[in-house]
């Protein structure tokens, strides 16, 4: 076995580990049930507010957009409750092991703690998006059956694909608070932090300077735009091209993990 | 310094320089010593004399200061996973996944190794077997008791068969009977041709165990030998205690005793005196003809050696409190 196939086995051992162990979990079973009633209550109420059931006559220009429209209500709803759910799913990922003292018994197995760290993001990520694309599959079924229209297959995929990324930026935002923390209520309250950051302070800011640049930062703004576009409902212009969304999206992404695995590697306990 | 030197030496473990600074405090300060394939190697010091550190360094989970040391011919910093694929570690605290099973928790180690489902189930029944934790595979963790976690802590070290074992105090806490078990277990194993790195606070298991002693205090190693040749440094270098029995004692016979070169001092205690002579002397015969001169019936005569605790404490600056 050489150093990569070596270093590849090590995170596909821990990855499949915190699959599995997740998708198992009481918390895992809990949050997707608070997720499922997000989603599917987000859309049963778009597709009343947009005249799709019920008796409010939808607009032409609504009705006309079909079911693309509530899966963009059901976005907003995701980007309020998704960092939520990732943030509760993994504030603990590296803490709990702190805590109880398994992570010598892993450190001492031929694996890098790099690999350790991105084993354990790759891992929970999946554990995640099962229900989450199980989810929002049948959301958008459902949708669909409602409206009498269909949802191109690009479309559902990157709407899952973006849905993904979006919440594994906040997964990776709270392995980095895990890594560096050492208790359970510091993560817990470090994964707070995060999301009023992102939800309270940083609209209250824009508030006040009314700078674009500053929505920019967001990920969650990002993550609307390109779903937006995804799905054909762009309203722009925008302050940059639309692919400079799809770019802050993925250097999110990008610069939370690799945040998350140098932390956890270079952090002595 | 480079230490690779592939797997065909006779050192199972090499320190060289080893340094670890925390902040400015030293908690491991430029050691060097020396594991031979094949020894139970003794790790002995006082709380916080950089022992774990230590360890925690040679199995890579800390990165040190300075220096470095090689495992098997394996450099700690170049090769980390070669290192580890070669060893089994038992941690001082050894902490597991509570919500797993602990047979599930096993295959999860023993899978960094690329041994198959079907050799792994082997193996580890084996294990279980082995550590007498047969009937307790499918249970979780947290319904296992400390001397079983430590139990499982012991199979998942050996899960690949290793050859250096490092143990971090591996019987705290546990009852006399897990004790003899764990300590049967380890000489087992050194006769199979498995190197032993034994960290301990327990004198005498060091000292039934392990045939070489290292130990450190504040960072530094005060000695590194067998321990015979350890006790006959000791005791050349203190004064030694003899302890005589009788019948019955005069003061008159006392007194000679007393007054011959090299006695330092003399206690009584009902039918038994213990004599402290200079170091460097040996005049038991004459101490005991002097009594049998003196018509004392003697019942007997010992003559303390150094044991570890005499020697620990000895090297490490403490007192005996015997």
């Known amino acids: 076995m050489n150093k990569l196939s070596d270093t590849l086995w090590g995170i596909y051992v821990v990855a499949k580990r915190e699959f599995i162990m997740n998708l198992k979990s009481v918390r895992m079973i809990i949050l997707m049930i608070i997720f499922s009633l997000f989603v599917l209550f987000a859309a049963y109420v778009g597709s009343f507010f947009f005249g799709f059931i019920g008796d409010v006559p939808g607009t032409g220009d609504n009705v006309e957009k079909g079911p693309v429209i509530i899966a963009f209500f059901v976005v907003q709803f995701i980007g309020f409750i998704g960092p939520i759910i990732a943030i509760a799913l993994n504030f ?22 790099r690999s350790i760290a991105l084993g354990k993001f790759i891992g929970v ?37 973006l849905t ?47 700078s674009a640049a500053i929505s920019l930062i967001n990920p969650g703004t990002s993550y609307s735009v390109c779903i937006e576009h995804i ?18 999206l993925i250097t999110w992404l990008l610069a939370t993990i690799v945040l998350a695995v140098e932390l956890f590697h270079w952090k002595e306990d | 310094m480079r230490l690779d030197q592939g797997h065909e030496t006779s050192e199972a473990i090499t320190v060289h320089d080893l340094t670890k600074k925390y902040h400015g405090f030293t908690a491991v300060d430029h050691i060097f010593f020396t594991v031979h394939k094949g020894d139970i190697f003794g790790f002995l010091g006082p709380n916080g004399a950089g022992k774990t550190t230590t360890i925690r360094m040679l199995t890579t989970l800390l990165k040190p200061s300075a220096g470095t040391a090689a495992l098997l011919g394996n450099d700690i910093l170049r090769s980390p996973l070669e290192v580890k694929k070669h060893i ?29 489902l079907e050799d792994r189930k082997r193996k580890i029944q084996n294990l279980f077997d082995t550590l007498q934790l047969n009937g307790f595979e499918k249970k979780k963790v947290k319904t296992y008791s400390r001397g ?13 068969d290793p050859e250096i074992l490092i143990l971090d105090e591996p019987t ?19 006769k199979q041709g498995v190197t032993i790195f034994l960290s301990s606070h327990i004198l005498s298991e060091v000292e039934a165990l392990c045939n ?9 190693i005060v000695a590194v030998d067998r321990i015979d040749a350890l006790s006959a440094r000791v005791s050349q270098s203190r004064n030694r205690m003899v302890t005589i029995t009788f019948e019955q004692m005069t003061d008159e016979a006392l007194n000679a005793v007393r007054a011959l070169p090299g006695v330092i001092s003399i206690t009584q205690k009902e039918n038994t005196i213990v004599i402290e002579l200079q170091q460097g002397t040996s005049i038991i015969p004459e101490i005991n003809r002097t009594l049998v001169h003196h018509n004392i019936n003697v019942t007997g005569i010992a003559s303390k050696e150094a044991d570890l605790e005499d020697i620990f404490l000895s090297l490490i600056g403490g007192t005996s409190h015997e």
């Open chain 1, 92 to 113: 603990d990922i590296i803490v709990k092991e702190k805590i109880q003292n398994s992570l010598n018994l892993l450190l001492c197995r031929p694996i890098s703690k």
């Open chain 1, 125 to 161: 990520t999946g554990a995640l998006a099962v229900p989450v694309i199980f989810v929002n599959l049948v959301a958008l079924l459902i949708v669909m059956v409602i409206s009498g229209k269909m949802i191109e297959l690009i479309q559902i995929f990157g709407f899952l694909l």
């Open chain 1, 164 to 210: 993904m990324m979006f919440l594994a930026i906040y997964l990776a935002l709270a392995q980095i608070i895990s890594s560096v923390v050492k208790t359970t209520t510091t993560a817990i309250l470090g994964g707070l932090g995060i999301w009023f950051l992102f939800w309270l302070f940083f609209p209250i800011i824009n508030v006040f300077i009314h």
């Open chain 1, 231 to 248: 799905l054909g409902l762009s309203t722009g212009p925008y302050m940059i091209p639309l692919w400079g969304f799809y770019l802050i």
């Open chain 2, 88 to 116: 089994g570690f038992m941690p001082d605290v050894a902490g597991f996944y509570s919500e797993m099973k602990a047979e599930d928790i096993l295959s999860f180690y023993a899978e960094f190794y690329h041994i198959s």
């Open chain 2, 148 to 160: 079983m976690k430590q139990k499982l802590a012991f199979a998942s070290s050996l899960l690949n």
């Open chain 2, 172 to 190: 705290v806490g546990l009852d006399p009977p897990t004790i003899h078990f764990f300590r049967t277990l380890m000489r087992q194993l050194n």
């Open chain 2, 212 to 220: 070489r002693v290292c130990i450190i205090n504040k960072g530094k």
